[in-house]
């Protein structure tokens, strides 16, 4: 699939805060500069084509985003030290997919952080978020 022309992920370049860190035939590893001052050490993985979603990777962008996800974690424990991790995709816009590319949040977790132990499914779990009929 063709770059998409207006899609940040497809032209990292033209974003000065955001840097290839890593990169293979088939996905990238990126870091973006504003996000640092919360997300510390964070990134996404994204295939170099246009993909929508995860469910649209191919084999190829499966097994690079792989490599490109153990890559990334030999840089971030060397550079920042995380006591954990905390990895997701979001796929459509009820769950918060707002670039429409298919990204791999790599999120490095701290101890000292005010949500140290709530993972992906924290919120999720809440009975604020209990849904009001089942709807099957």
């Known amino acids: 699939m063709q770059p998409s022309a207006d899609c940040p992920f497809c032209h990292p370049e033209r974003d000065p805060d955001q840097h290839v860190v890593f990169e293979t035939q088939a996905c ?8 640092q001052d ?7 993985i994204v295939p170099r084509a246009h993909r929508e979603n995860a469910f649209a990777l191919t084999s190829e962008e499966w097994l690079d985003t792989q490599l490109l996800l153990q890559q990334a974690k030999a840089y971030i424990d060397e550079r920042f030290h995380p006591a954990g991790y905390t990895l997701g995709w979001n796929v459509g816009l009820v769950s918060n997919q707002t670039i429409a590319h298919a990204h791999l949040h790599v999120l490095p ?3 000292d952080e005010p949500y140290a132990g709530r993972g ?7 009975s604020a978020n209990r849904r009001s009929s089942l709807g099957v």
Do not use: N
């Not at 990238?28 to 996000?35: A, N, S, T």
């Not at 499914?121 to 809440?126: A, G, N």
């Open 28 to 35: 990238r590893f990126l870091q973006h500069d504003r996000e």
């Open 38 to 44: 919360v997300l510390v050490g964070s990134g996404v």
């Open 109 to 111: 977790r701290y101890a």
């Open 120 to 126: 992906l499914r924290f919120w999720l779990k809440s």
